[in-house]
């Protein structure tokens, strides 16, 4: 027959445990031309009719891979459509996937090596691990399920775990569910944590905090109680391998985003849903040779600004945060002043008055001395820069203009 080009799209082919009749299946779905015969291929069988395309355009089925034997082990499944008049699509090839496993219980317990159990595809070996560590696997029975029980204590407090199934040698999508496990309460160092973030993420009013503890690759939020003291962390991030890590409401939507530099020096924005979780990484522009980054409304308008010491050049630039849209937030860079001499600068509201002031560091080279210096804003930054004695000083990212006297001496 005549092959001719047709939308054929196939947007799915997963490997799935259908729980009606207990059994594995291929569930399938797509689109196409309304009207179209659809059929699929198994290496080494011949080609088989699944259904036809709905006057929608979208069509979606499930079929037995028991009868097809070794096929049954395949990773890829062939499709075609039959138009009107008996012509042929082009053939289009899908990649055959592994449902993610499901994490039925529990979501607290009592011990710390409780029984955790879920569903899964017969056949499938599921592993579950807290952070990098795995703690257990365990393989999917006939009837869909499976359940572990730790050999070790599991970490006290509120985790994240993590179970994936490989069947056939593919890999599933990994699930994700937290658990709170009794115990004592985890004290952390201040010098066990880095990339430490203060905002409130959660949306009820009260500072949280976001870090990478030493012992973890993830990113790890502490929820604020209100009251000086945090509940036990939860994992927000997996893997953070990223570096000057701030947080603010840089697009005026009234909820704390996050933005950070990878490896590579580029600046991605992952923007906050209000609940303590976040949406997809978002990339920015480049960041090389950017430092003490730090986050702040300086000028008072309600909306983050991002100041970062540009060590090409010595000067402190700001970018201001603007509201709405979904593309990069911040404005064009706007040169605050030359910038020398000073490290570990931070922005923070010290007096409630809704601006952001800068504390940095500073050492005298004649007496080898330290001191914290202090620098107030007054809102509005100004557009020509000036000597660091006159103007906005942060060594990491500032926002808004530090205007008045010198840097004033904290601590004598």
Same mark, same amino acid.
């Given at each position: 027959?005549?092959?001719?080009?047709?939308?054929?799209?196939?947007?799915?082919?997963?490997?799935?445990?259908?729980?009606?009749?207990?059994?594995?299946?291929?569930?399938?779905?797509?689109?196409?031309?309304?009207?179209?015969?659809?059929?699929?291929?198994?290496?080494?069988?011949?080609?088989?009719?699944?259904?036809?395309?709905?006057?929608?355009?979208?069509?979606?089925?499930?079929?037995?891979?028991?009868?097809?034997?070794?096929?049954?082990?395949?990773?890829?499944?062939?499709?075609?459509?039959?138009?009107?008049?008996?012509?042929?699509?082009?053939?289009?090839?899908?990649?055959?996937?592994?449902?993610?496993?499901?994490?039925?219980?529990?979501?607290?317990?009592?011990?710390?090596?409780?029984?955790?159990?879920?569903?899964?595809?017969?056949?499938?070996?599921?592993?579950?691990?807290?952070?990098?560590?795995?703690?257990?696997?365990?393989?999917?029975?006939?009837?869909?399920?499976?359940?572990?029980?730790?050999?070790?204590?599991?970490?006290?407090?509120?985790?994240?775990?993590?179970?994936?199934?490989?069947?056939?040698?593919?890999?599933?999508?990994?699930?994700?569910?937290?658990?709170?496990?009794?115990?004592?309460?985890?004290?952390?160092?201040?010098?066990?944590?880095?990339?430490?973030?203060?905002?409130?993420?959660?949306?009820?009013?009260?500072?949280?905090?976001?870090?990478?503890?030493?012992?973890?690759?993830?990113?790890?939020?502490?929820?604020?109680?209100?009251?000086?003291?945090?509940?036990?962390?939860?994992?927000?991030?997996?893997?953070?391998?990223?570096?000057? %890590?701030? @947080? +603010?409401?840089? #697009? &005026?939507?009234?909820?704390? !985003? *996050? /933005? =950070?530099? $990878?490896?590579?020096?580029?600046?991605?924005?992952?923007?906050?849903?209000?609940?303590?979780?976040?949406?997809?990484?978002?990339?920015?522009?480049?960041?090389?040779?950017?430092?003490? %980054?730090? @986050? +702040?409304?300086? #000028? &008072?308008?309600?909306?983050? !600004? *991002? /100041? =970062?010491? $540009?060590?090409?050049?010595?000067?402190?630039?700001?970018?201001?945060?603007?509201?709405?849209?979904?593309?990069?937030?911040?404005?064009?860079?706007?040169?605050?002043?030359?910038?020398?001499?000073?490290?570990?600068?931070?922005? &923070?509201?010290?007096?409630?008055?809704?601006? =952001?002031?800068?504390?940095?560091?500073?050492?005298?080279?004649?007496?080898?001395?330290?001191?914290?210096?202090?620098?107030?804003?007054?809102?509005?930054?100004?557009?020509?820069?000036?000597?660091?004695?006159?103007?906005?000083?942060?060594?990491?990212?500032?926002?808004?203009?530090?205007?008045?006297?010198?840097?004033?001496?904290?601590?004598?």
């Amino acid at each position: 027959m005549k092959s001719v080009a047709a939308d054929l799209v196939v947007t799915k082919a997963e490997l799935q445990f259908r729980e009606y009749d207990r059994t594995r299946v291929w569930a399938m779905e797509g689109e196409g031309t309304p009207g179209a015969q659809i059929q699929f291929k198994v290496p080494g069988f011949i080609w088989h009719d699944l259904l036809k395309v709905s006057t929608d355009g979208t069509w979606h089925t499930s079929t037995y891979i028991s009868k097809y034997g070794q096929g049954a082990t395949t990773k890829e499944l062939t499709f075609r459509q039959m138009l009107e008049g008996g012509t042929w699509s082009a053939v289009k090839t899908a990649e055959v996937t592994v449902a993610a496993p499901v994490i039925s219980a529990p979501d607290t317990s009592d011990t710390p090596r409780p029984e955790i159990s879920g569903r899964g595809v017969p056949g499938a070996e599921v592993t579950l691990r807290i952070g990098d560590t795995d703690f257990g696997s365990a393989t999917v029975d006939d009837h869909g399920n499976w359940s572990v029980v730790p050999d070790e204590d599991l970490p006290a407090g509120t985790s994240t775990l993590t179970a994936v199934e490989v069947l056939f040698g593919m890999t599933s999508p990994a699930t994700r569910k937290p658990i709170t496990l009794p115990g004592a309460e985890r004290r952390v160092s201040a010098r066990d944590l880095s990339e430490v973030v203060l905002a409130d993420v959660t949306g009820d009013g009260k500072g949280d905090i976001l870090a990478k503890p030493e012992d973890s690759a993830g990113l790890y939020l502490f929820q604020g109680r209100g009251d000086g003291t945090f509940e036990h962390g939860t994992e927000v991030f997996d893997g953070w391998v990223y570096a000057q %890590t701030v @947080a +603010g409401d840089f #697009d &005026g939507d009234g909820t704390a !985003d *996050l /933005v =950070a530099t $990878d490896g590579d020096g580029t600046l991605h924005l992952w923007r906050g849903k209000g609940d303590g979780t976040f949406g997809e990484r978002q990339k920015l522009t480049g960041w090389t040779g950017k430092e003490q %980054t730090t @986050a +702040g409304d300086i #000028d &008072g308008d309600g909306i983050t !600004d *991002l /100041v =970062a010491l $540009d060590t090409k050049d010595h000067r402190l630039k700001l970018w201001k945060g603007t509201k709405g849209g979904s593309g990069n937030p911040f404005a064009r860079p706007q040169v605050l002043t030359r910038w020398e001499g000073f490290r570990q600068s931070s922005l &923070g509201d010290l007096d409630g008055k809704g601006l =952001a002031h800068l504390v940095a560091a500073t050492t005298d080279p004649r007496t080898g001395k330290t001191s914290l210096r202090l620098r107030k804003s007054k809102g509005a930054p100004r557009q020509t820069a000036r000597s660091p004695q006159k103007r906005l000083l942060l060594p990491q990212t500032v926002h808004g203009s530090l205007t008045g006297p010198a840097l004033r001496r904290l601590g004598g």
